[in-house]
């Protein structure tokens, strides 16, 4: 992840996107990359090397490594960055494994969102310690382990970097998020009607981005068809998101051992519809003629299907993630996957900013297989499905244990009968 940042970055500095895409501007949040030195420091400095080994409880790892102590040189070089970093605060992992080619760790690993807004230097420099301190725990989390142990690796092998990065968005009320937040690919497993694999996809959702890795119901579309409707609108409004992701600012002093919600709220999405930031975002159903209008200028129950901006090119998000997905494959030399925030705020040149927040390799093949159902007895097969999750070939599978369901009931119930 880290090295994706820096990827980024120098990609932004060397190439103009403005010849590409002259009517956004392209950046990235404020960055900074704490290397996997100080996570090994800070085990041997704490002797914290024993969680390696022994059975103790995740909560109590977090114990103690909220405990332990950061390098001086790291806490001074904090404290510098602090003074210039007015915004909320994104910590994030970026652990070796993390986006590995053959078993990625993308979402196991934790992330703390942090206000930042507490008028004492001090006290939020110990608030992004804190985070940097749990970030590291949580390579010994229960889910880290357990997925570490499913593709056999070694936990004691998992080094941990950190990223902070400067949230994007602005201030409404008590809360801090962006317009949109989202991911996209490169190449799509799952294409529909007249789209290809080769033009890709994207996810987005309403604040925060938590709600898009979290897999709740974001909006997904194709960025080269970006008009096209994937789903029907009575699909659409029972799959809608109804609540966003938001920095809560009224937690200036969060508990962190509570979790990665600590600094975070989830209001209803009729919250910034009060705020006035869903009025691009976001359509109205119409139930009585099953139809969906852009905007929220008639009653009824709102849609967020980013119709303004993806319809109407209130900015032009579609041709600009098509555009970013191009170049990123091209100058990494493999499909990738980017996430991305957008600002629908505009400058004084009447331009909204797009700000990519990661990239990173596509993992996996992105070779089709295709299949001749008119050559398969339908008598043969074991299980049948209209709508399938994902299209791929697995070489290692030698055996399949089939139980039928309708002779298990009927054994289970002669035996009930015989007792």
């Known amino acids: 992840k880290g090295r994706g940042l820096a990827f980024i970055n120098s990609l932004i500095y060397s190439l103009d996107f ?11 949040p404020k960055t900074s990359i704490i290397g996997t030195d100080e996570f090994e420091q800070f085990l041997d400095r704490n002797n914290l090397h024993f969680v390696n080994t022994e059975v103790i409880s995740y909560e109590d790892i977090r114990k103690k490594f909220i405990k332990g102590n950061l390098s001086n040189t790291l806490i ?21 494994f993390e986006d590995s080619l053959n078993q990625p ?41 357990g997925y570490i142990r499913a593709v056999n690796y070694k936990v004691e092998e998992e080094k941990m970097a950190v990223v902070i990065q400067e949230v994007v968005g602005h201030q409404y009320g008590e809360m801090f998020y962006p317009h949109i937040s989202g991911v996209a690919q490169s190449y799509n497993f799952y294409p529909f009607s007249h789209m290809k694999p080769e033009e890709g996809f994207a996810v987005a959702a309403f604040g925060l981005g938590k709600y898009v890795v979290e897999g709740e119901n974001a909006y997904r579309f194709s960025p080269k068809y970006s008009t096209t409707e994937i789903n029907s609108p009575k699909d659409q409004i029972k799959n809608t998101q109804v609540q ?28 910034a519809e009060r705020h006035g930031t869903l009025k691009h975002c976001a359509s109205v159903y119409d139930p009585d003629n099953n139809s969906i209008s852009a905007g929220l200028d008639k009653p009824g129950p709102r849609v967020i299907n980013f119709a303004n901006v993806l319809k109407y090119n209130y900015v032009p998000m579609a041709n600009t993630i098509e555009v970013v997905l191009d170049i990123v494959k091209e100058a990494m030399g493999s499909p990738v996957e980017i996430e991305f925030a957008i600002d629908l705020n505009k400058d004084k040149d009447r331009k909204a900013s797009f700000y990519l927040l990661q990239i990173k390799p596509m993992i996996g093949s992105v070779q089709d ?24 070939f697995i070489e290692t599978i030698e055996d399949i244990v089939y139980i039928d369901n309708e002779v298990l009931i009927n054994r289970r119930q002669k035996k009930w009968q015989m007792k």
Do not use: W
């Open 76 to 96: 001074k070089r904090l404290k510098e960055s602090l003074r210039l970093l007015k915004k909320p605060l994104a910590i994030r992992s970026s652990g070796l």
């Open 369 to 392: 297989y295709n299949i001749d159902m008119k050559s398969i007895n339908k008598e043969d097969i074991i299980m049948y499905a209209e709508k399938g999750m994902g299209n791929g």
């Open 244 to 271: 966003f992701y938001a920095v809560d600012l009224r937690k200036n002093q969060p508990d962190l051992l509570e979790g990665e919600m600590a600094g975070l709220t989830k209001p209803d999405i009729y919250e």
């Open 105 to 145: 760790f993308a979402g196991i690993f934790e992330t703390y969102l942090l206000p930042n807004n507490h008028p004492d230097l001090n006290v939020r420099l110990n608030q992004v310690m804190d985070a940097i301190k749990l970030v590291f725990a949580s390579v010994y989390s229960d889910v880290a382990k």
């Open 18 to 28: 403005s010849q590409y895409l002259p009517d956004i501007n392209i950046c990235t």
